[in-house]
């Protein structure tokens, strides 16, 4: 089980009912107790890449990338080792591109489409951080809705499911 937050205190509260990982939705961002928190509970760990809060995350100035797999591959790393640095081990890192979260419809699709780009550009700057495992987590998206013409939520599993089983068989052939 997982909780997905950016308070330390939530993740205290949800590693002490029974939470066994962190996606902490800000990448250490929002709340400088989080990763020593995290090093605390001894949970793995995954930094999700947002930029601003969940407020306003989807405002311009969050949105303006140069390139969409190199900007967010840096700013994961940076997360990655933020983490390391506070004391949470690398091979508890698992990173997350942060489908839907400061990113446009396009933008979610250059990333799924570049996830090899990204691991190329992580592997640039971090050999550990790049063979850290990647989470992708496209559930129910509003960028769904969009291309699939289904603005209810509850509409759009059959595409989360055509999606994940696509990013599962690409990872499998090494795409």
């Known amino acids: 089980m997982s909780v997905d937050t950016f308070y330390s205190q939530v993740a205290s509260e949800a590693v002490s009912k029974g939470a066994h990982l962190l996606n902490d939705v800000s990448g250490g961002q929002l709340d400088s107790k989080m990763l020593d928190v995290v090093v ?23 949105l303006q990338y140069g390139d969409v797999c190199k900007d967010v591959a840096s700013e994961l790393c940076m997360h990655a080792r933020d983490a390391e640095l506070s004391g949470i081990p690398a091979w508890k890192i698992i990173i997350d591109p942060g ?7 396009e933008d979610n699709l250059d990333i799924l489409m570049g996830l090899p780009t990204i691991r190329t550009e992580i592997a640039r700057k971090s ?19 969009d291309i699939c013409s289904h603005s209810a939520a509850s509409d759009r599993d ?18």
């Open 99 to 105: 489908i839907g979260f400061s990113k446009k419809k």
């Open 158 to 175: 059959p595409a989360t499911v055509a999606l994940v089983t696509l990013i599962w068989m690409c990872s499998n052939l090494g795409v």
């Open 40 to 62: 605390e509970l001894k949970v793995p760990y995954v930094a999700m890449h947002m930029r601003g809060n969940p407020s306003t995350m989807q405002n311009s100035e969050n």
């Open 127 to 145: 050999l550990v951080v790049s063979h850290a495992p990647l989470l992708i987590g496209p559930s129910r998206k509003r960028f769904l809705g």
